[in-house]
Nanobody, 114 residues
């Protein structure tokens, strides 16, 4: 399974680092995506990273502010979020995919508000 952590309440302009830890399987084989969903909106892909970390993707809305990384030895993927804006508020989900296998985490709430 996947377990996200690191969400919380932060003021605009602040930072948070989300973690996605895998248990029961080797995360290093998997491509990982971070998605988010705000109330009344569709789930949005925020960032992705390949299994080796050599390739990354960022949505235009977070480019230059968010950084995805992974530590396969720790079976964990991170999402560093800087310069947070109120519109970044959402439940953030971690997603892992490899061949026919896929996992979703339970989500962690991020709220950006003064």
């Amino acid at each position: 399974r996947l377990v996200e952590s690191g969400g919380g309440l932060v003021q605009p302009g602040g930072s948070l680092r989300l973690s996605c830890a895998a248990s029961g399987f080797t995360l290093g084989y998997y491509s990982i995506g971070w998605f988010r969903q705000a109330p009344g909106k569709e789930r949005e892909r925020v960032s992705c990273i390949s299994s080796t970390g050599a390739s990354t993707y960022y949505a235009d809305s977070v480019k230059g502010r968010f950084t995805i990384s992974r530590d396969n030895a720790e079976n964990t993927v991170y999402l560093q979020m800087n310069s947070l804006k109120p519109e970044d508020s959402a439940v953030y989900y971690c997603y892992a995919a490899y061949s026919r296998y896929e996992y979703w985490g339970q989500g962690t709430q991020v709220t950006v508000s003064s």
